[in-house]
Nanobody, 123 residues
């Protein structure tokens, strides 16, 4: 089994910053692309940012220029640095991506999700 554990969320004022972490554990052979998603109350879950194994990043238009995704391959961890936060960034944030497991099998994105970490941006 592969587990995602997100952390780092909290309450922050508009314009503030937070750094989210997602640690992946389990029978991991390799991780290629990694990704962060978010789900605001009453809305669908949306892709926020991705990072390839080579370090190429992509962002949704709504966070481009404010958020930075990074990874530590030795720790099987992906980060999301969030700056200039806005009330519309309020959401539960999740990481989820394919993971190659030992034994030539795969954990496929969406098989299950972690608990997420809640970010609230408010005065």
């Amino acid at each position: 089994q592969v587990q995602f554990v997100e952390s780092g969320g909290g309450l922050v004022q508009p314009g503030g910053s937070l750094r989210l972490s997602c640690a992946v554990s389990g029978s991991i052979f390799a991780i290629y692309a990694m990704a962060w998603y978010r789900q605001a109350p009453g809305k669908q879950r949306d892709l926020v940012a991705t990072i390839t194994s080579g370090g190429t990043t992509n962002y949704s238009d709504s966070v481009k220029g404010r958020f930075t995704i990074s990874r530590d391959n030795a720790k099987n961890t992906v980060y999301l640095q969030m700056n200039s936060l806005k009330p519309e960034d309020t959401a539960a944030y999740y990481c989820n991506f394919d993971v190659a497991r030992y034994g030539s099998s795969w954990f496929r994105k969406d098989e299950h999700w972690g608990q997420g970490t809640l970010v609230t941006v408010s005065e």
